[in-house]
């Protein structure tokens, strides 16, 4: 499984985009990425999945260079509820585990 | 779509006793389901990975004699915690693969205090 990287904490203020990048050096062609989303004392939400360029949902996007050997978590116009850990994972498919890393927190600031 | 449910969502117990927790996969079918564990101020970790019908396979480290995994339907996977000791006392998390999308989602968790 190939080893994340991510920042341990950002801080935002309420309103802004909130860029959070990975870097995955080693990752394989069959591998995906996950973002989860962590509050304290709940299981981790499922934010979005990609495998390459780029993935759009509801409430993020996911961007994806054409090396992959990074990717980058955008939550747009944040607000105080979206203070909570955020984790990436790379997933190889068919093996089905993950590992999760310290994941960044990210503190919304009024 | 793709939820998790845990059940208890807590549970507090004395030390020498078992304690058994649920974890289900309330609109899909699930034929891998995870379990997880988390310290305060940690991440999770891994402790085992449950197929429907077959024997769990441990992480190192984990002992399969005390954390006893069953999964015995494509909804249904449980923990039990055979003589509970204090040190056990963690967050107890479960996931569950949604094949389509090689996704795992994850229940919200069991809070285990062993006095």
């Known amino acids: 499984l190939a080893k994340t990287t991510q920042p341990i904490s950002m801080d935002s203020y309420e309103g802004q985009e909130v860029n959070i990048t990975c870097s995955h050096n080693?990752?394989?062609?069959?591998?995906?990425i996950t973002w989860y989303q962590q509050f304290p004392s709940q299981g981790p939400r499922f934010i979005i999945q990609g495998y390459k360029t780029k993935v759009t949902n509801e409430v993020a996007s996911l961007f994806i260079p054409a090396d992959r050997k990074s990717s980058t978590l955008s939550l747009p116009r944040v607000s105080l509820s979206d203070t909570a850990v955020y984790y990436c994972?790379?997933?190889?498919?068919?093996?089905?585990?993950?590992?999760f890393g310290k994941g960044t927190k990210l503190s919304v600031i009024p | 779509g793709a939820v998790v449910s845990q059940h208890p969502s807590w549970v507090i117990c004395k030390s020498g006793t078992s304690v058994k927790i649920e974890c289900r996969s309330l609109?899909?079918?699930?034929?891998?389901m995870f379990w997880y564990r988390q310290f305060p101020k940690q991440s999770l970790m891994l402790m085992a990975t449950s197929n429907e019908g077959s024997k769990a396979t441990y992480e190192q480290g984990v002992e399969k004699d005390k954390f006893l995994i069953n999964h015995a339907s494509l909804t249904l996977s449980t923990l039990t915690v055979t003589s509970a000791h204090p040190e056990d006392s963690s967050f107890y998390i479960c996931s569950a693969r949604y094949s389509s999308t090689d996704t795992q989602y994850f229940g919200p968790g069991t809070r285990l205090t062993v006095l």
């Open positions: 080693n990752i394989a062609t069959n591998d995906y």
């Open positions: 609109d899909f079918q699930a034929t891998t």
């Open positions: 994972l790379v997933g190889e498919a068919g093996s089905y585990q993950l590992t």
